[in-house]
């Protein structure tokens, strides 16, 4: 499974950015795909994740209510919008794909994306 994340840019905090994740592969819908992000300095973290059939999804706490993943599995997209951003937003984020169900830890994930960078002003 091949992971392209698109959609990042610059925007000033409480504005809202679209993020994408194609994913190529026959059996990329069938995989459990997630959002992460690294800002500078700090290690990976989870953001989001979506699972590949039941559709369901688990938020970190930090953007819960901001943040709304969503899959077009027709599509093999995944996508992440983003409202109400704050400076601490400001990160790479990553796509990544996993063979089951959902996790939270990095190393847990089988295929990421190159990332695609999100800086939020105040």
């Known amino acids: 499974v091949q992971l392209q994340a698109s959609g990042g840019g610059s925007v000033q905090a409480g504005g809202s950015l679209r993020l994408s994740c194609a994913a190529s592969?026959?059996?990329?819908?069938?995989?459990?795909m997630g959002w992460f992000r690294q800002a500078p300095g700090k290690e990976r973290e989870f953001v989001v994740a979506?699972?590949?059939?039941?559709?369901?999804?688990y938020y970190a706490d930090s953007v819960k209510g901001r943040f709304t993943i969503s899959r077009d599995n027709a599509k093999n997209t995944v996508y992440l919008q983003m409202n109400s951003l704050k400076p601490e937003d400001t990160a790479v984020y990553y796509c990544?794909?996993?063979?089951?169900?959902?996790?939270?830890?990095?190393?847990?994930?089988?295929?990421w994306g190159q990332g695609t960078l999100v800086t939020v002003s105040s």
């Open positions: 990544a794909a996993h063979r089951s169900g959902i996790v939270v830890v990095p190393t847990e994930y089988d295929y």
């Open positions: 592969g026959r059996t990329a819908s069938r995989y459990t």
């Open positions: 979506i699972h590949w059939s039941a559709g369901s999804t």
